[in-house]
């Protein structure tokens, strides 16, 4: 595989990996304010991360190259609220889309056809990854003060499998 396309592959890895520090240290800070569905919600997206992380690291072995790992960054901790935290979260994951964007402009670049077919999963992926923060946050902008209503929504965001 082309070195510089090796390179940015494995840095994705690494930022796969953040993105499972971050979400944890979000799941965190609801556990800590007694959301607990929203907390769960948090917990399955570390696993999704995770996931995302090892498909890469999994194409890389494939390709007869090795995953090198690095320090993972500090994640944010001090959230003022569940809207600041699903806005740290859709910023996040349009950087993460960006990342991605990046990867499979240079795949095209190295025509690396394999890589750019392999990269389309995380293309959708991260529409979805989009999406799902975009919604929470909307409903959570949409609530306001309403201590109850808030409630109700941790109820079903501990519903996710
Ligand atoms: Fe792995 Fe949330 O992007």
């Known amino acids: 595989m082309d070195k510089q396309l ?31 569905g929203f907390a769960h919600w948090m917990k399955v997206q570390v696993k999704e991360e995770s996931q995302h992380a090892m498909k890469i690291y999994d194409y890389i072995n494939e390709r007869g190259e090795r995953v090198i790992f690095e320090p993972i960054e500090k994640p944010p901790y001090e959230f003022t609220s569940p809207v600041d935290v699903f806005e740290k979260t859709l910023e996040h994951e349009k950087n993460v889309t960006k990342s991605i964007e ?11 056809k394999n890589t750019e077919n392999f990269l389309q999963w995380f293309v959708k992926e991260q529409e979805e990854e989009e999406e799902n923060a975009f919604s929470v ?10 201590k109850h209503i808030l409630i109700e ?8 499998e």
């Open 137 to 146: 946050l909307e409903k959570l902008k949409s609530i306001g003060n309403e």
């Open 6 to 36: 090796y390179k940015e592959l494995n840095k994705q890895v690494i930022k796969e990996l953040y993105s499972a520090y971050l979400y944890m240290s979000m799941a965190s800070y609801f556990d800590s304010i007694n959301l607990k």
């Open 102 to 112: 990046g990867l499979v402009n240079l795949a095209k670049e190295k025509n690396d």
């Open 153 to 160: 929504m941790d109820v079903e965001m501990g519903k996710r």
